[in-house]
């Protein structure tokens, strides 16, 4: 063999270790792109999520915070009514004193 055979023979060997190095990185740049990929889309859904998880909890505050205006409110009227009816009662038992005593002097 002469060396220029043996030079070919090399130049060949070497050109199938760099293209086999050349496949393995781009299978490798591939991957990676793929999993920036979905690293990305996983991202854009957690920001998705995150923004309607927000408004859900910025409406649901806001839904509260009517709720404890009204709660005020009704507890306001209900402790209107009660001394109404306080009232009312008391009236009534002075009518049914007024009453019975009016019962006793027309039976006298």
């Known amino acids: 063999m002469d060396a220029s055979v043996i030079t070919n023979i090399l130049l060949v060997l070497l050109a199938g270790i760099v293209g086999f190095v050349a496949f393995v990185s781009a299978?490798?740049?591939?991957?990676?792109?793929?999993?920036?990929?979905?690293?990305?889309?996983?991202?854009?859904?957690?920001?998705?999520?995150?923004?309607?998880?927000?408004?859900?909890?910025?409406t649901l505050k806001g839904e509260i915070t009517l709720l404890r205006e009204e709660t005020g409110r009704i507890r306001v009227s209900n402790d209107s009514l009660r001394e109404s009816n306080d009232n009312l009662r008391s009236e009534i038992h002075q009518l049914r004193a007024e009453i019975a005593e009016l019962r006793i002097d027309r039976n006298r």
Request: glycine letters at 0%; hydrophobic letters at 30%.
């Open 27 to 58: 299978s490798r740049a591939q991957k990676s792109q793929a999993k920036s990929a979905t690293i990305a889309v996983d991202a854009q859904a957690y920001e998705r999520a995150r923004d309607s998880y927000e408004s859900s909890i910025t």
